[in-house]
Nanobody, 115 residues
Framework: QVPFVELGGGVVQPGGSLRLSCTAT????????MAWYRQAPGQRRVLVAR???????KYSPLVQGRFIISRNNAQKTVYLQMNRLKPEDTAVYYC?????????WGEGTLVTVSS
């Protein structure tokens, strides 16, 4: 069973918005800090945004001011609202705990920003 299911990716024009969701299928949520990561073609996977169990948030400088991470513990879901998207935001987006647990990587959801 995949621990996390990521949804919401798609193709969007530069300047557009998308909202990603990540739903946990196991009991790791909501007791841990959660994060969104992304992996662009040919690059390593990097952390984009994290949210603690107390809703403290932290963002990569590359997305600060454009992305918003939030969580709904009752629904075991973490969201990533992505605004003012840029072509360089194109990547597969994953959620996982922070720090990530290798066995908990899901399939991710592809975000393509292109005109």
């Amino acid at each position: 069973q995949v621990p996390f299911v990521e949804l919401g990716g798609g193709v969007v024009q530069p300047g557009g918005s998308l909202r990603l969701s990540c739903t946990a299928t196991s009991d790791v949520f909501p007791g841990n800090a959660m994060a969104w990561y992304r992996q662009a073609p040919g690059q390593r996977r990097v952390l984009v945004a994290r949210i603690s169990i107390l809703d403290n948030t932290k963002y990569s400088p590359l997305v600060q001011g454009r992305f918003i991470i939030s969580r709904n513990n009752a629904q075991k879901t973490v969201y990533l609202q992505m605004n003012r998207l840029k072509p360089e935001d194109t990547a597969v987006y994953y959620c996982n705990e922070d720090p990530p647990v290798p066995s908990e990587w899901g399939e991710g959801t592809l975000v393509t920003v292109s005109s």
